[in-house]
């Protein structure tokens, strides 16, 4: 071969591969907004991801065991998320608000952690956070899947009615506009 055509054969070569770049980098896919899920109700008993959310015992910030079950009965409010994830960072202290605005009147607020309790405890301090968190580790992941989050996301929030019913579930950060008009809906 001469190296005319070695060198055309080096050039289409050079301009397929930008091209494959561009294209490539052009079609990245964006990130995707925030999924909300209304969940139909059954008209029955309770979600299964509820009552085996009720019948778990999670370490509260001071290590001790607290059944969930307390929270059965009455609308529930459960994020699941983690000091390392950035939107939940974000959105914990106007969910604290939005928890110590009711006080527990027609709704309660929980946090299960993904994370160490040691980083728990500190965030939660540091930044005033006041309804009840629980330590879930790796095992709340799983909760959080039983509840529909199949990649295990954070931040993840479960809407649940006094019937044990999944009203709503949430991935990624909470829009609590929304939020407050699916709580008024209970």
């Keep these: 071969m001469n190296k005319k055509k070695l060198a055309a054969l080096a050039a289409v070569a050079v301009v397929f591969g930008a091209l494959g770049a561009f294209l490539g980098y052009k079609t990245q896919p964006q990130p995707a907004a925030p999924v909300t899920t209304a969940v139909a109700p059954t008209g029955g008993p309770a979600h299964t991801a509820s009552t085996n959310l009720y019948a778990q015992s999670l370490n509260d910030l001071d290590g001790k065991p607290q059944s969930l079950e307390k929270w059965k009965g009455k609308p529930l409010l459960v994020n699941f998320w983690a000091t390392w994830c950035g939107p939940c960072v974000q959105e914990m202290p106007e969910l604290s608000a939005l928890a110590n605005e009711e006080n527990g009147k027609r709704y309660n607020v929980i946090g299960i952690g993904i994370d160490a309790p040691s980083a728990m405890s500190e965030f939660a301090a540091k930044h005033a956070i006041r309804y009840p968190l629980y330590v ?5 992941t799983e909760l959080s899947r039983g509840f529909g989050n199949a990649q295990g996301g954070l931040p993840f929030t479960v809407l649940i009615g006094a019937d044990g019913q999944v009203k709503k579930t949430y991935l990624g950060k909470l829009k609590f506009d929304e ?3 699916d709580l008024a809906a209970l």
Excluded at 136 to 140: A, T
């Design 136 to 140: 879930g580790g790796m095992g709340g």
């Design 179 to 181: 939020l407050k008009a």
